[in-house]
């Protein structure tokens, strides 16, 4: 066999064990870029080959828990791509504001900038106590440093900015506390955020949400499991609420584009049909 066969056996052997031993389904991400971030997790860990490793990532959940870190991708910011928060907060929130209490899904959360975002953003609207937002991801480590809420102060600057680009109401670091070097954000967004693991590939749907948040997530998956993760955001939301896309990723891709319209056109924002009930 050529080595790039054998590297490709090995890859198949890797994610096959992993499925077993850690209920890990990786054979619907998208090949080319999952072993990009295969070979650079290889490298950096210092084994000669897949094979080599593979005993180490099945008995040892530490060297497992970096394959994921490596495989799964988890950049993010605060009020990433203002942009789209500003068209949240002008054409959204109004709609959000007519329900007693609102449920939001973020899927694919990350270490939490995004749905801290969310929250501050809420709270501006006058919604306090009023929604609570579901964080989920696959990466139980982004999950943890996503709780804590502590972001370094280097990186407070460009989250300032793109918070009054996407027409923030107030002084940013009224959100947070500076320590050092690193900021601790308010105790008031956390308590309306819940952190927890959800795998997009095997688990099932969050039950009645009026908008959910998927950005640049999918854009690594085949399209079956595009399709299904498509479906489960349809069994998720509630007719006349929102999901939301990343620029790249479109929901006029799937057999359940007909049942959405593009809410503020060029934004991947849709909206629910009422008629989509079934």
């Known amino acids: 066999m050529a080595p790039d066969e ?8 890797l994610l096959e064990a992993i499925r077993q031993a850690y209920d890990y389904d990786f054979h619907a991400y998208a090949e080319a870029s999952l072993k990009r971030r295969l070979r650079q997790w290889l490298a950096d860990a210092g084994y000669q080959s897949f094979s080599h490793a593979q005993g180490h990532v099945l008995r040892d959940r530490g060297v497992f828990d970096s394959v994921l870190r490596g495989v799964t991708v988890n950049v993010t910011e605060m009020f990433r791509d203002p942009a789209f928060f500003r068209a949240i907060r002008e054409h959204v929130v109004p709609y959000l504001r007519t329900y007693p209490f609102v449920k939001i899904w ?10 801290y975002s969310m929250a501050i953003l809420l709270h501006e609207a006058g919604m306090q106590r009023r929604f ?5 991801d696959i990466n ?28 923030g109401q107030q002084s940013f670091s009224d959100y947070y506390t500076a320590r050092y070097e690193h900021a601790l954000l308010s105790p008031s967004l956390k308590e309306s955020i819940v952190f927890s693991s959800h795998n997009l590939a095997v688990d099932g749907a ?3 949400m009026h908008m959910i948040l998927c950005r640049n997530v999918m854009i690594y998956f085949k399209p079956a499991l595009k399709e299904r993760c498509f479906q489960l955001f349809d069994n998720s939301i509630v007719p006349g609420g929102f999901l939301c896309l990343g620029q790249k990723e479109r929901l006029d891709e799937s057999k359940l584009g007909e049942r959405y319209h593009e809410a503020v056109p060029r934004t991947r924002i849709y909206r629910k049909r009422y008629d989509a009930l079934a």
Not at 106 to 115: F, R, V
Not at 132 to 136: G, K, L, N, P, S
Not at 140 to 167: C, H, W
């Open 6 to 13: 054998i590297e490709s056996l090995e890859i198949h052997l």
């Open 132 to 136: 609570r937002i579901y964080a989920t």
């Open 106 to 115: 973020h899927a694919g959360c990350a270490t939490g900038e995004e749905a």
């Open 206 to 208: 969050f039950g009645e």
């Open 140 to 167: 139980e480590d982004v999950l943890t440093r996503a709780q804590e809420g502590i972001f370094p102060m280097a990186k407070m600057q460009g989250f300032t900015r793109n918070y009054q680009k996407s027409g």
